[in-house]
Structures are given as structure tokens and as C-alpha cells.
């Protein structure tokens, strides 16, 4: 239940599960996007630098974009994988095919 997380397990759930109690594989796709977002932003999350109430605004479906220093390739993967519906992320933090970032291989 949510009065037994901390705040930095808060900071990085689901919507799914921060309403719900209720995970799946997308929950963490969410928290990987949260991730690579914070490593993309230099340790910022989404929302942080424009409001006090940045988890609430990630947990009422406010759209999440990329941050610029992601650059196109990684900003669409961490764009999905923080829609708020978990039907609209990747299906699984596994990744689903082959591609490239930054012109290598993956």
C-alpha cells in the first residue's frame, strides 16, 4: 500500500500502480522511462524544473516528452515508455526488436 513507500519508491512507480495497487510488465517500462529520462535530463524526473506537484502532474496523465539531450532516437523510447496508459508503453522492459542509437547496433 502506498503509505508504506518512501518517497523515492513513489517517485518512480506506475500510474497504474500509484491508483490502482495493481502492476504489470508496462509498470516497469514506466519506471525504466523514469530512468532514462533522469539520465537524459542530468538528474532531473518529468515536470520537476515547472512544478512542486511533479509526480502528481506524471500520475494525472499529463503528456511526458522527452528531454532535449535525449536527442530523437532515445526521446521516443523514453516518450512510450512513460505514456500514462500501460496499453500504449512497450509490452515489456525486454527489448522487442532490433534498431539503433547513436548509429551502433542494437
Same mark, same amino acid.
Given at each position: 500500500?502506498?503509505?508504506?513507500?518512501?518517497?523515492?519508491?513513489?517517485?518512480?512507480?506506475?500510474?497504474?500502480?500509484?491508483?490502482? /495497487?495493481?502492476?504489470?510488465?508496462?509498470?516497469?517500462?514506466?519506471?525504466? %522511462?523514469?530512468?532514462? @529520462?533522469?539520465? !537524459?535530463? &542530468? +538528474?532531473?524526473?518529468?515536470?520537476? /524544473?515547472?512544478?512542486?506537484?511533479?509526480?502528481?502532474?506524471?500520475?494525472? %496523465?499529463?503528456?511526458? @516528452?522527452?528531454? !532535449?539531450? &535525449? +536527442?530523437?532516437?532515445?526521446?521516443?523510447?523514453?516518450?512510450?515508455?512513460?505514456?500514462?496508459?500501460?496499453?500504449?508503453?512497450?509490452?515489456?522492459?525486454?527489448?522487442?526488436?532490433? +534498431?539503433?542509437?547513436?548509429?551502433?547496433?542494437?
Amino acid at each position: 500500500k502506498k503509505s508504506d513507500w518512501g518517497e523515492k519508491e513513489l517517485a518512480y512507480i506506475a500510474p497504474e500502480i500509484y491508483w490502482n /495497487n495493481k502492476a504489470c510488465p508496462q509498470s516497469d517500462v514506466y519506471s525504466l %522511462g523514469l530512468l532514462l @529520462y533522469y539520465g !537524459a535530463s &542530468a +538528474g532531473k524526473l518529468p515536470f520537476e /524544473n515547472e512544478s512542486d506537484n511533479a509526480q502528481l502532474m506524471r500520475m494525472s %496523465g499529463k503528456t511526458v @516528452y522527452a528531454p !532535449a539531450a &535525449a +536527442g530523437t532516437q532515445l526521446g521516443n523510447i523514453i516518450e512510450k515508455a512513460l505514456r500514462f496508459k500501460e496499453s500504449e508503453r512497450y509490452r515489456s522492459a525486454l527489448f522487442e526488436g532490433r +534498431g539503433k542509437i547513436g548509429g551502433r547496433d542494437f
